[in-house]
């Protein structure tokens, strides 16, 4: 398996990118957010997937080894090749992916052209549990145990870790206030994991 590929940019298209390694161009496939950090002339190190068919051998490149693994992880799901899997990750980052099967988010799926609400269904049940945990809810985790911060503070750092702006993370925090709010009242602490996976769920009511 080709593991990575590193050299400069010999050309780009929209979702292909040329490197020369050792004087040959490899051909490989990106997606367009992965294209946007490379320029032509500079050197690049793309994390690759070689996908070996009857009559083709297709390099798939991204921007690091996460979403590498994310790409291959998602084609173990029935009906996913690499194709689909590459434009899932062409909508969504690795971490949106996650967090999209750990809470059920049919909608997010169905954001990617080819995928229809029975097609994401169907992902979901079999993706859950595969994708491992978002990085997000478990830095959120960590913050919870040791954070001297504020919970809104840790919450809201989380979604912008996650690319939201910095205005929606604001709304979805005051969306899951009163829930914490109970929670603290309760006599515990607010549950920083819980209320982002909230936060989401409002943010995605919200598109």
């Known amino acids: 398996m080709i593991a990575f ?3 400069p ?4 298209a929209p979702t292909l990118a ?3 390694v050792g004087g040959v161009g490899l051909a490989v496939h990106c997606t367009p957010n992965t294209i946007a950090g490379l320029r ?3 050197t690049a190190r793309l994390a690759t997937s070689l996908v070996v068919r009857e009559d083709s051998l297709t390099l798939y490149g991204f921007a690091d080894d996460d979403e590498r693994q994310v790409f291959e992880l998602l084609q173990t799901a029935s ?3 690499p194709r689909l899997a590459q434009a899932m990750l062409g909508v969504h980052g690795p971490d949106a992916l996650r967090l999209a099967v750990e809470s059920g ?3 997010a ?3 990617v052209p080819g995928i229809g609400k029975k097609g994401a269904q169907k992902l979901l049940l079999e993706l859950k549990g595969k994708l491992g945990a978002p990085t997000a809810v478990v830095g959120a985790q960590r913050a919870a145990a040791s954070g001297p911060a504020p919970w809104t503070e840790q919450l809201t750092a989380a979604l912008i870790g996650l690319g939201y702006a910095s205005r929606d993370a604001e709304d979805a925090v005051g969306a899951v206030t009163p829930q914490a709010e109970a929670a603290i009242a309760a006599g515990g602490s607010a549950p920083v994991p819980q209320l982002l996976r909230a936060a989401l769920q409002s943010l995605n ?3």
């Open 18 to 20: 040329v490197i020369e």
């Open 40 to 42: 032509t002339g500079e």
């Open 79 to 81: 009906g996913v090749g």
């Open 9 to 12: 940019v010999a050309a780009l």
């Open 105 to 107: 988010d049919e909608k």
């Open 5 to 7: 590929v590193s050299g």
């Open 109 to 111: 799926l169905t954001a």
């Open 205 to 207: 009511r919200a598109r």
